[in-house]
C-alpha cells in the first residue's frame, strides 16, 4: 500500500568551499620573501607573513596568548632601525600591533595591512612575496572570493598552477555562495587563462564559456569582451578559420569603442592577421595602436608589427620609419625584454621587401638577442628566419599588392582613434 505521508522536501545542496594549497615549492614556507626582498627587510616582512598566518589558523579564544609580552617591542625597535619604503610604514605598525594585541586586533584592520604589503610587493617585481601576503589576507578573511581570487591570480603568474587553480576553484564556489558574480566571472577567466598556460586548451575553452554566460547574465559587459577575446585566442591556439573574427567583433562590441582593452585585442587581431597574410589590415590597425602604448618593450613590440605588415603590403617608407624608431628604442636599451621578438618582425619585414642585406642583420641580431635572454622558442624561429634568409628563399613573401582593407580593420582603427578609459596594457 502506497505511503500516505507528504514527501520530505528536497534538500538544497551546498557545495562545500574547496580547502586550498598553502605552499609551493620552497623548503619553508614564504620563504621567497627572504629570497626576494633580502636583508633586514626580507627577514622582518617573512616574520609579519608568518605571525599573521598563525594569528589566522589560531581559534579566537586562543590568540591571547600567541605572542610574548616584549615582541611588540622588539619589532618596534626593529622597524625603527630600518629605512623603509614610506608605502610600508603604516602597514608595518599593524604587524606590531598584532603582536602586542593580537586577541583585540580587527580583522579588517590586518587584511588591509596585507593587501598592502601584497600591492607593494607586486609593484617591485617581488610576486612571491605579493603572492604570501595576498594568501595571508585570505586566510585571515577566509570568506572572501575575491582575496581567494586574487591569490589564484597571484600564483598563476609564478606559474605555480595547482595552488593557482585551488584558490580559483576556492573562489569560484565562495562567489556563488555569496552572490559575488563579478568575481565570480573573473575567477573562472583566471582559471581559463591558467588552462590555456598549461596547453589545456578544451579546459580553457570551457572555463572561458562559463565566465562569458555569468558577465552576460548579470549584464558585464567588459568581462564579457574578455572572455570573447579569450575565446579568440583560444581559437588561434587551436587553428580555427574565419570564426575567430566573428569573437573579436563580439569582443569590441561588448568593450565599446572607448574601452582601453580595446588596444590589446586589436593588437592580437593584428598579429592573425599578419600570420594570414593580410598585410594591408593589419598595418591599418597597427598603425592606429601607436599612440596607446606606453610602456618601451610595448612600444617595441608595436613598432615590428608595423615594420612587419608594412613589409608584407610592399610599403617601404612605412617600413623604413618604424625600422628607424625601434632601432633608436632598442639602442637605449629600454625594451630589452621584448628585444627578441621585435627584431624577428623586423627581420620578417626586410625579408618580405626583397631586402635581404637587411633581413640577414636583423635575423642575425635576433638570434643573438633571443640566445643573450635565453628565449628557446623566439631562438628557435630566428635560426630558422635566418637560415631562410641565407638561401634567399622560404620567407620570401615578396611585395603583395596593395589590399583593400575590410570593415573589421576600419571598426578597430575608429574604435582606437576615440578617447580611451584605462590603459592597454594588458595586466
Known sequence: MPSTRPAAPAAKRRTRVPPALTRGPEAMPALGIVEEVGGDLGVLLWRCARDVVLWASTPPARRSGLFTGTAAERRTRQLDALSVDPELAAPLAVMARLLESPAAIPERLLVNACRRLALWAEQQGHLATALEFMQAAALVAPESAALAYAVGRLARRRAEYDRAESWYVRGIVQARRAG?????????AGLGTLYFQRGNLPAAKRAFLRCLKAAAR???ADLQGTAYHDLFITELETGAGPECEVLAEKALTAFGANSGAVARLAFDLAYHWILLGRFADALRVAQALWPHFDGAGERALVL???ARSAGGAGDRATFGWAAERLDALLQTGAGADSAPRALLGLAYGAASLGDWPAALRFAQATVEAARERSEGKILIMAEAALESIQRHAA???????????SSLAERFVDALAAPAHGSGVAA
Not at 559575488?180 to 573562472?188: G, I, K, N, P, S
Not at 620567407?395 to 582593407?405: F, G, H, I, N, Q
Request: aromatic residues 8%; charged residues 25%; hydrophobic residues 40%.
Open 218 to 220: 548579470h549584464g558585464h
Open 304 to 306: 615590428s608589427m608595423i
Open 395 to 405: 620567407l620570401d613573401e615578396r611585395a603583395a599588392p596593395a589590399a583593400p582593407v
Open 180 to 188: 559575488e558574480h563579478r568575481v565570480y566571472a573573473r575567477a573562472y
